[in-house]
């Protein structure tokens, strides 16, 4: 029974060491002179762990300022697309751009777009 907690502890020790190995090197490398090699690679490490987490942020934040849901001005389908980008409306086919927060109808030049209007007609006798 002694020798199994003999064998624990060993391999307690052994698991210890392995953690302490890297401390040891790099205490090693400072006290030789080379504690830029050892501040060098720290900052390579974190720019490795910033620099997605930077791109992650900046690209939400790009496409917070430049992503568009909007009715489609003719068939009133709700989509999602960038801004000042020109497309087709995925439910009716209609020619779209995406300005000022909202979809409108690409037209030709020269072309009056106008709505039409019902109107009712009064019967008088004259």
Same mark, same amino acid.
Not at 8 to 25: D, K, N, W, Y
Not at 46 to 72: E, H, K
């Given at each position: 029974?002694?020798? @199994?907690? *003999?064998?624990?502890?060993?391999?307690?020790?052994?698991?210890?060491?392995?953690?302490?190995? /890297?401390?040891?090197?790099? =205490?090693?490398?400072?006290?030789?002179?080379?504690?830029?090699?050892?501040?060098?690679?720290?900052? #390579?490490?974190? #720019? #490795?762990?910033?620099? /997605?987490?930077?791109?992650?942020?900046?690209?939400? =934040?790009?496409?917070?300022?430049?992503?568009?849901?909007? @009715?489609?001005?003719?068939?009133?389908?709700?989509?999602?697309? #960038?801004?000042?980008?020109?497309?087709?409306? /995925?439910?009716?086919?209609?020619?779209?751009?995406?300005?000022?927060?909202? *979809?409108?109808?690409? &037209? /030709?030049? @020269? &072309?009056? $777009?106008?709505?039409?209007?019902?109107?009712?007609? $009064?019967? &008088? $006798? @004259?």
């Amino acid at each position: 029974m002694n020798q @199994d907690r *003999f064998e624990r502890f060993q391999v307690g020790l052994t698991e210890v060491s392995r953690l302490l190995l /890297p401390f040891a090197i790099i =205490w090693l490398l400072g006290s030789i002179g080379l504690g830029w090699l050892v501040k060098s690679f720290v900052i #390579l490490l974190g #720019l #490795l762990v910033l620099t /997605p987490i930077l791109a992650f942020v900046g690209f939400r =934040w790009w496409l917070s300022r430049n992503l568009i849901q909007s @009715d489609c001005p003719v068939c009133h389908y709700e989509f999602a697309s #960038l801004n000042h980008s020109e497309f087709n409306c /995925p439910n009716c086919g209609e020619a779209l751009r995406a300005e000022n927060q909202k *979809f409108n109808r690409l &037209t /030709p030049a @020269d &072309t009056i $777009d106008v709505s039409a209007v019902e109107v009712l007609a $009064d019967s &008088t $006798d @004259d």
